[in-house]
């Protein structure tokens, strides 16, 4: 909250030196004046003010005498309204100087500082302009920041995520290289585990470059008109062998049953493809997959749900970091680049939606929503 600006006591004496001394040096003048008037007439000194109206005017009616009274009445409101002018005048110098003090302490370096003064409403438009041009640089300075720290992070996952499996690519080939083997078995044996990690590579290169191309600002949507519940139909059929080999039920409900949307088609089956090979991968015990979608006067929703393990409640506000696991251990059994979510969530935000996670012991359900204004 912005505050008054504080004088100090010199301040506050030249205040009170301008506003009484333009005042008395009003009075002089008056006196002055009045005194150059008498000797301009060849009046005897006068005692009062009456005294020198009744020797200019002769007998001094009651309508005259109130009239000269309003005169000089006014004429004193004028010099008293002057001298305030030039107290607020001064103020108002003293203001700029604080504001000039703040400034110079921001020009040093200091941008988490913060002009918190109430000044007149013309400096005030000024001071809460460079509040703002200050504000909005601490943020761009945030975002960079934040922006080198991920590109770091990336990098630093990346080279960690290549090592391991390019390490056992190198140490198998070495030792065919070598010679090490006894017989053509065991090459093919070297061979089929670095053709494998090579695969975990390409796998973990072409979701970098996927995940690149949505996060990218100029990345544009292909929009069409589609039927998410044909969509989701579709989804059911694709994934119907895989579910029965775990012994899964795939459900599709939709309400209404037609539900017109425009989107990219492509990149939403990209979408809904990656929640639902993380429902097989790590939901565990699982024997119901539900693909639904719902339409409000306000969005489109639609989940992907499943009644296997849920996800710890530590782990849901991190599940769409890029590179994140719930568990090493089981994710070097599925091969997941931890990249799926992140590049999901990113294509939903391409659409003008959200994405969001909830987990408990009864379900663990994806659920997104597509403005209806952005159809």
Do not use: C
């Not at 920041?145 to 960690?160: G, P, R, T």
């Not at 089981?330 to 799926?340: C, I, S």
């Amino acid at each position: 909250m912005n505050k008054r600006i504080k004088l100090d006591i010199r301040e506050k004496g030249v205040l009170l030196f301008e506003g009484i001394g333009t005042f008395l040096l009003f009075q002089i003048i008056n006196i002055t004046l009045i005194i150059i008037s008498d000797l301009f007439y060849n009046n005897e000194t006068f005692k009062s003010i009456g005294h020198v109206i009744k020797n200019i005017n002769g007998d001094l009616s009651r309508s005259t005498f109130w009239g000269i009274w309003f005169f000089f009445s006014l004429i004193i409101l004028i010099e008293l309204g002057i001298s305030i002018h030039v107290v607020i005048k001064t103020y108002r110098q003293f203001e700029v100087y604080k504001v000039e003090s703040e400034l110079i302490q921001i020009a040093a370096g200091d941008l988490n500082h913060k002009i918190n003064l109430k000044v007149n409403k013309r400096l005030q438009s000024i001071v809460d302009s460079v509040n703002l041009l200050v504000s909005n640089t601490n943020k761009h300075i945030s975002e960079q920041k934040k922006s080198e720290d991920s590109k770091d992070e990336l990098i630093a996952n990346v080279s960690h995520d290549l090592r391991t499996p390019l390490t056992s690519v190198i140490g198998y080939l070495g030792l065919i290289e070598g010679q090490n083997f006894e017989d053509i078995g065991q090459i093919l044996k070297y061979s089929h585990i670095a053709y494998n990690k090579s695969l975990e590579m390409q796998n973990l290169v072409n979701s970098l470059f996927e995940y690149a191309n949505v996060e990218q600002a100029t990345s544009k949507l292909s929009v069409s008109t589609f039927d998410m519940t044909q969509m989701l139909d579709q989804l059911s059929a694709d994934f119907e062998l895989e579910a029965n080999k775990r012994g899964m039920e795939i459900i599709v409900k939709s309400k209404p049953e037609k539900i017109m949307m425009s989107g990219d088609t492509e990149k939403l089956g990209r979408v809904f493809n990656n929640l639902i090979t993380n429902a097989f991968k790590y939901g565990k015990g699982a024997t119901h997959l539900w693909l639904e979608a719902e339409k409000t006067p306000e969005d489109v929703i639609v989940r992907v749900a499943n009644n296997g393990q849920s996800i710890p409640q530590g782990s849901l506000s991190h599940l769409f970091d890029r590179f994140y696991r719930v568990e090493d251990s089981r994710n070097k059994e599925t091969g997941g680049t931890g990249l799926g979510l992140a590049i999901a969530q990113s294509m939903v935000k391409l659409h003008g939606g959200t994405i969001s996670v909830t987990s408990d012991d009864q379900r663990t359900a994806f659920i997104i929503h597509f403005p209806i204004s952005g159809q």
